[in-house]
């Protein structure tokens, strides 16, 4: 089982979503992008984790890696300073990758006790170019104040990870 995981942006070239305390998405992706793939890899997974700047990159590693599974992390931001939780994009309903959305969902906001935004479908260039199922987890708003403090938070972001990891084995496991 071959798994791409994505941490979304690039620290340095596109910090993506800022917080209000200057918390920068591309680092916090890139952290959870890392704890994700040790948690991966700690049951055996084979895991490529993949942070590029340019879309096309992460898709031609994903495939280059013959992946069986696609995971993008991001953080979300508003400008409504109000808007919070977690959500996960898949390109279309009815598939694997909308099983795959359901169970990272449901960990996340199972263990990490943010707001459920739900699954959505979401028309992004790394769900709809990948070839195997594929999911973008919006982890929580870097614009809250409440969710930038766990997403700030070293704690946290291991149990974002954590629960990345579970809700990918939970599918596995379906
Ligand atoms: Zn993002």
């Known amino acids: 089982m071959k798994i791409t995981i994505n941490g979304g942006h690039f620290p340095g070239h596109d910090s993506g979503a800022v917080g209000r305390t200057g918390v920068q998405e591309a680092d916090i992706n890139r952290d959870i992008m890392l704890k994700v793939a040790d948690f991966l890899r700690a049951v055996s997974f084979d895991v490529r984790e993949v942070q590029v700047s340019a879309l096309r990159h992460i898709i031609d590693a994903s495939k280059e890696f013959e ?45 990490l006790g943010t707001v459920d935004r739900g699954v959505k479908t979401g028309n992004f260039y790394v769900l709809r170019m990948s070839e195997c199922p594929a999911v973008l987890v919006e982890t929580a708003f870097i614009t809250n104040e409440n969710d930038e403090a766990l997403l700030a938070d070293e704690v946290k972001r291991d149990e974002f990870a954590a629960a990345i990891a579970r809700g990918i084995t939970d599918y596995l496991s379906i």
């Open 67 to 111: 992946s069986d599974l696609f995971v993008s992390i991001h953080c979300n931001g508003s400008y409504d300073a109000d808007a919070q939780g977690t959500e996960t994009f898949c390109y279309a309903l009815g598939g694997e990758s909308e099983k795959l959305a359901a169970c990272i969902q449901q960990q996340v906001i199972t263990h």
